[in-house]
């Protein structure tokens, strides 16, 4: 019989109530003979301040172990700055090699946005995840005075961009436009953006099926508003995912429904599921937060362990569930028994 091993890291503010929610609808839409077994890791704010740690290494060993990880929401103002993000959350996606972060947006029925009424937006961001401006590497020099320079290098190698482009090829390719757009920012960033560009226009020769495209980032972010549906697949670099994923939440129904999985497609490492958004400490603890995010990222772990029809179950489920919303404000656990009801039916 099949099984799933699941690591579970709630983490900060509203990551423990959307985590649970997740649960939920994954128990209800597993067939009877998937076995599922969850191991909670008690890690983050609470954990920083009760001993000092962020991820140690026999628990960053234990959580290797496991077949995926589902992830809750990493951050809280009683903590400095960095310290959560780059000890746990990058640390977790350096260490298993999550050299995509998958982020699709898609225009779900009925929800609020700037661009509610366009024609079918379904595009899916591959960001870099394991390079760029995230690696730390940069210092600063005289800090503290006047003269302080501060210096943040962004890391780009011919490896690390290669298989991320060859990883966005495959996926346009099994795509029905099959469109990829490359951004990025070669006017100025001529270094990173030559190796980028080189990448991206050798990879696709072997591709002759799937079109090309290449944006500047800051033309991207017009297009974001103006023609969502230009967009099929993009690959673009750590930072620039980053931030262009956030505007692509917005203008596709919020935050509160942007998925996201950090995946090693070799399987060398589990791969790491989580919503976009962050904490939100304002709200947390209140049964205000949507879990939507999370439950979507729960059908992304499930396509990545082979349960197609499981994630799209869920995602259908989501679907009906927003055509269905009237306004009527529903708290965390009220979305999930509606979304774990209708996968179970
Ligand atoms: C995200 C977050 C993280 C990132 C932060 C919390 C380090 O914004 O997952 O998009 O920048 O990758
Ligand atoms: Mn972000």
Known sequence: SRSINLAVIPGDGIGQEVVAQGLKVLNAVLPEDVKLETKE??????RWHRTGETLPDAELEAVKEHDAILLGAIGDPSVPSGVLERGLLLKLRFAFDHFVNLRPSKLFP????????????DFVVVREGTEGPYTGNGGSLRTGTPAEVATEVSVNTAYGVE????????RAQARPRKKLTLVHKN???????????????KVAAEYPDVTTDYLHVDAATIFFVTQPERFDVIVTDNLFGDIITDLAAAVTGGIGLAASGN????????????????????IAGQGKADPTATILSVALLLRHLGYEAQA???EEAVSADLAERDGTARTTDA??????????G
Request: no cysteine; net charge neutral; glycine share 10%.
């Open 163 to 170: 298989r991320v482009v060859r990883d966005a090829f495959a």
């Open 312 to 314: 799209a179950r869920i």
């Open 110 to 121: 009925n929800t609020a946005t700037p661009l509610a009424g366009r024609p079918e937006i």
């Open 187 to 201: 006017n100025v960033l001529v270094f990173a953006g030559h190796l980028w560009k080189n990448t991206f226009d």
């Open 335 to 344: 979305i999930g028994d509606a979304l774990a009801g209708r996968v179970a």
């Open 41 to 46: 890791y008690d890690l983050g704010a609470r």
């Open 263 to 282: 995946i090693n497609p070799t399987g060398a490492f589990p791969s790491m599921f989580e919503p976009v958004h962050g904490s939100a400490p304002d």
